[in-house]
C-alpha cells in the first residue's frame, strides 16, 4: 500500500493565507483541506509537486524619464528558475518610450513565459 | 499670487488620491483637482514593483506600476485636472475669516510660484511615512548604511542604487519582508529578519514567498541592540526579548553586515491635518472620521494611509472612493449629518475602528474596518449598541496584520437603538457601538 501523508501549505493565492492540509499517497497529492475556495486547493497541489512564482524585477533603460523600467513574468514560472530567470534579465536593456505591457523578452530562461513591461515609461524630453 | 477655484480638490496623487479625484468627478463635482508633490501620478505603488494588488478590486493580480497605471489611465480620462511637483504648505478650513465659504490649499510650484486653490471640499491623502531608527532610539555609532525598508526599495527599483551586500532588517512589516525577497534576488545576502514581538508583522502570503521561498532565517522575539561600525555598518548586536520586550542579558549576538534596513512601522502624514486644525484619533495616528471620512473639519475629508495604514491597497482604494464621492455631495451642499452620532468604540481584542462615528445612522449600510490586537482562531466579529446585537459575522482567523471589516445594515441599526431605548429608556448621548471579537460558541 502507498504510504499516506500530510503536508501543510499557506496558501498565497490571495490575501486570506489559507492553511491548506494536503494528504499524499506515494508522493502524490489526493485530497486538500482548510483552503476556502477552489484556487486553495490548486495553489496546495502546485505548491507541493514544483512551486510556481510570478517573478517581478526591473531592466535598465536609456533615454527614459527613470534609469530603470519595472517588469514581471506574464505568467508564473517554476520557483527553482528564479535565479537563472534573473540571471536572463541581468543582460536585458530597453529603450524609452515603453508602454506597458510591451514584451521585454520572449521565452525568459527557456520557461516558455514572457516578460511584460508593468509601467509606460515615456521618454525623457529635454528642458524638463 | 494665483488662484483659482475647484469643487473639489485632492492632496496626494498615490492609490489613495488617484481614487478620490476620480470618483469625486465620477459623482458630479465639475471641476476636481489632484495636486502631487513628486514629478508623476501613483505615489508609492510605483516603487512597490512586486504582485499581490489588485486581486480584491480588479479580480487579477497586478503589480503596483500596473494598479497604478489603471487609476491614472481614469484620471486622464475624467479630465481631471493634475498638479505635479507641486507642494501644498498649508490648508486653511472653510469659515475661515479670510476664505469663508471655501477651503483654500496654499501651494507652490516652479510654474505657477505660490498657488492658492478655493475648494468647496478637500480631500486629503496624503499616505504615511516610515518610522526611522530615531523613533526607535537603536543605540551606536551612527555610521552609513541605515536605511527604512521604503526608502531602500526606492533606491533599488527606481533609482537602480544597491544599498548593500549583507543585510539585516530589523520589523517583519510587510515592506521589510518584500525588500528581504527583493535584495536576494538581486544578489545581497540577507542575513536575518528580526521581530521584536511573538508573531510576524507582515502578512502571510509574504512570510511564505520573501523568506520561506530564499531560506531567510525570521527571529521572533528579538531585536537590536547596537550597531557596530564608524563609517560605514559592520554589523549589528541582536538580543532575544523578554514578555516586555525588554533585551534578555547574555543572549547577544553579533552578525556582520554592512547594511541595516528598518521595517517598523509607518506613521500617517498628519502635518497638513494639524495645522488646518483637525482632530487626529491617539491610535490610528489620523484624523478623526464619520462613515464618510469626513474630518472634524466638516468641508474636509481624509482617507488612505493617512486615516489609518491599510495592509492592501484595495482597501485604500474602497475608502478613497467614498470620500472622493462624499467630497462631491459636500461640494453641492448634499450631506446631511443627525444630531447625534453614533460612537464606533473598540471592545473585546480590538485595537482601533475606522469610522470612529456614523453620521447618519440608519440610512445607508456601513462598512467598518479595525484592527486585533491578538491572533485568535475562530471567532465572531460582532457590532453592540449596549447589548443589542446590531452585525455578527464568523470568521476563521483574525490577527493583527489583518484588517477586518464587518457590515452595518441600516435596519439592524435603528431596530437595536429602539429596542435599547425601550428597555432602557437611554438618551440619545449615549449612542456608542462597541466591535469586539468574541470567541465562537460563547453569545
Given at each position: 500500500m502507498a504510504k499516506t501523508e500530510t503536508k501543510a501549505v499557506i496558501c498565497v493565492a490571495c490575501p486570506l493565507g489559507c492553511h491548506v492540509q494536503v494528504t499524499m499517497e506515494g508522493g502524490r497529492p489526493v485530497k486538500a483541506l482548510g483552503a476556502q475556495c477552489r484556487k486553495g486547493l490548486e495553489y496546495a497541489t502546485q505548491e507541493i509537486q514544483d512551486p510556481v512564482r510570478v517573478l517581478a524585477t526591473t531592466v535598465p533603460v536609456t533615454g527614459g524619464i527613470l534609469p530603470l523600467l519595472p517588469v514581471r513574468t506574464e505568467g508564473p514560472v517554476p520557483r527553482r528558475m528564479l535565479r537563472a530567470c534573473m540571471l536572463a534579465l541581468a543582460q536585458c536593456r530597453v529603450q524609452a518610450p515603453v508602454r506597458a505591457g510591451q514584451v521585454i523578452l520572449e521565452n525568459v530562461a527557456g520557461t516558455g513565459v514572457r516578460v511584460i513591461a508593468s509601467r509606460d515609461l515615456p521618454r525623457l524630453s529635454s528642458g524638463l | 499670487?494665483?488662484?483659482?477655484?475647484?469643487?473639489?480638490?485632492?492632496?496626494?496623487?498615490?492609490?489613495?488620491?488617484?481614487?478620490?479625484?476620480?470618483?469625486?468627478?465620477?459623482?458630479?463635482?465639475?471641476?476636481?483637482?489632484?495636486?502631487?508633490?513628486?514629478?508623476?501620478?501613483?505615489?508609492?505603488?510605483?516603487?512597490?514593483?512586486?504582485?499581490?494588488?489588485?486581486?480584491?478590486?480588479?479580480?487579477?493580480?497586478?503589480?503596483?506600476?500596473?494598479?497604478?497605471?489603471?487609476?491614472?489611465?481614469?484620471?486622464?480620462?475624467?479630465?481631471?485636472?493634475?498638479?505635479?511637483?507641486?507642494?501644498?504648505?498649508?490648508?486653511?478650513?472653510?469659515?475661515?475669516?479670510?476664505?469663508?465659504?471655501?477651503?483654500?490649499?496654499?501651494?507652490?510650484?516652479?510654474?505657477?510660484?505660490?498657488?492658492?486653490?478655493?475648494?468647496?471640499?478637500?480631500?486629503?491623502?496624503?499616505?504615511?511615512?516610515?518610522?526611522?531608527?530615531?523613533?526607535?532610539?537603536?543605540?551606536?555609532?551612527?555610521?552609513?548604511?541605515?536605511?527604512?525598508?521604503?526608502?531602500?526599495?526606492?533606491?533599488?527599483?527606481?533609482?537602480?542604487?544597491?544599498?548593500?551586500?549583507?543585510?539585516?532588517?530589523?520589523?517583519?512589516?510587510?515592506?521589510?519582508?518584500?525588500?528581504?525577497?527583493?535584495?536576494?534576488?538581486?544578489?545581497?545576502?540577507?542575513?536575518?529578519?528580526?521581530?521584536?514581538?511573538?508573531?510576524?508583522?507582515?502578512?502571510?502570503?509574504?512570510?511564505?514567498?520573501?523568506?520561506?521561498?530564499?531560506?531567510?532565517?525570521?527571529?521572533?522575539?528579538?531585536?537590536?541592540?547596537?550597531?557596530?561600525?564608524?563609517?560605514?555598518?559592520?554589523?549589528?548586536?541582536?538580543?532575544?526579548?523578554?514578555?516586555?520586550?525588554?533585551?534578555?542579558?547574555?543572549?547577544?549576538?553579533?552578525?556582520?553586515?554592512?547594511?541595516?534596513?528598518?521595517?517598523?512601522?509607518?506613521?500617517?502624514?498628519?502635518?497638513?491635518?494639524r495645522g488646518a486644525g483637525i482632530e487626529i484619533h491617539p491610535v490610528t495616528g489620523g484624523p478623526v472620521v464619520n462613515e464618510w471620512r469626513q474630518t472634524s473639519m466638516p468641508s474636509i475629508f481624509a482617507c488612505g494611509n493617512l486615516l489609518h495604514v491599510h495592509d492592501l491597497v484595495d482597501n485604500v482604494t474602497r475608502e478613497a472612493e467614498i470620500a472622493g464621492r462624499e467630497a462631491a455631495r459636500y461640494s453641492r451642499g448634499e450631506l446631511r449629518a443627525k444630531p447625534e452620532a453614533i460612537a464606533m468604540v473598540p471592545g473585546r481584542n480590538v485595537r482601533y475602528v475606522v469610522p470612529q462615528f456614523i453620521s447618519a445612522w440608519g440610512e445607508e449600510e456601513v462598512q467598518v474596518y479595525f484592527r486585533v490586537v491578538e491572533t485568535e482562531e475562530d471567532v465572531y466579529v460582532v457590532a453592540k449598541l449596549g447589548e443589542q446585537l446590531v452585525a455578527r459575522k464568523r470568521q476563521m482567523r483574525v490577527q493583527p496584520p489583518e484588517m477586518v471589516s464587518l457590515r452595518l445594515r441600516p435596519q439592524a441599526m435603528v431596530e437595536s437603538l429602539r429596542k435599547l431605548v425601550e428597555l432602557k429608556g437611554i438618551s440619545a448621548k449615549d449612542l456608542v457601538c462597541r466591535i469586539e471579537v468574541e470567541p465562537h460558541g460563547q453569545n
Open positions: - | 499670487m494665483e488662484t483659482v477655484q475647484v469643487d473639489v480638490a485632492v492632496v496626494g496623487g498615490g492609490p489613495a488620491g488617484l481614487a478620490a479625484a476620480w470618483k469625486a468627478r465620477e459623482a458630479g463635482a465639475e471641476r476636481v483637482m489632484l495636486v502631487e508633490r513628486d514629478f508623476e501620478l501613483g505615489g508609492i505603488l510605483q516603487q512597490c514593483i512586486h504582485p499581490g494588488f489588485g486581486l480584491r478590486y480588479f479580480k487579477e493580480e497586478l503589480t503596483g506600476p500596473e494598479y497604478a497605471e489603471r487609476f491614472i489611465a481614469r484620471i486622464r480620462e475624467a479630465g481631471i485636472e493634475v498638479k505635479l511637483n507641486t507642494m501644498v504648505l498649508e490648508i486653511i478650513p472653510s469659515g475661515a475669516p479670510s476664505v469663508a465659504p471655501e477651503c483654500a490649499l496654499m501651494c507652490v510650484n516652479r510654474q505657477d510660484g505660490v498657488l492658492s486653490i478655493r475648494a468647496k471640499a478637500v480631500v486629503l491623502a496624503m499616505g504615511c511615512r516610515e518610522r526611522t531608527r530615531g523613533a526607535i532610539a537603536i543605540p551606536g555609532e551612527r555610521p552609513a548604511g541605515i536605511y527604512t525598508a521604503g526608502t531602500a526599495q526606492r533606491l533599488i527599483n527606481m533609482e537602480g542604487l544597491m544599498p548593500g551586500r549583507q543585510v539585516v532588517i530589523l520589523g517583519s512589516g510587510d515592506i521589510g519582508l518584500i525588500m528581504a525577497r527583493r535584495l536576494t534576488l538581486e544578489g545581497a545576502e540577507v542575513k536575518a529578519v528580526v521581530e521584536i514581538m511573538p508573531r510576524p508583522g507582515g502578512l502571510e502570503r509574504n512570510l511564505v514567498q520573501c523568506l520561506h521561498d530564499f531560506d531567510i532565517p525570521l527571529l521572533l522575539r528579538h531585536t537590536v541592540v547596537e550597531v557596530h561600525g564608524r563609517q560605514r555598518v559592520e554589523g549589528v548586536t541582536i538580543a532575544a526579548v523578554d514578555e516586555n520586550s525588554k533585551p534578555v542579558a547574555g543572549t547577544e549576538q553579533f552578525i556582520a553586515c554592512d547594511t541595516l534596513l528598518l521595517s517598523v512601522g509607518l506613521i500617517p502624514e498628519v502635518e497638513l491635518c
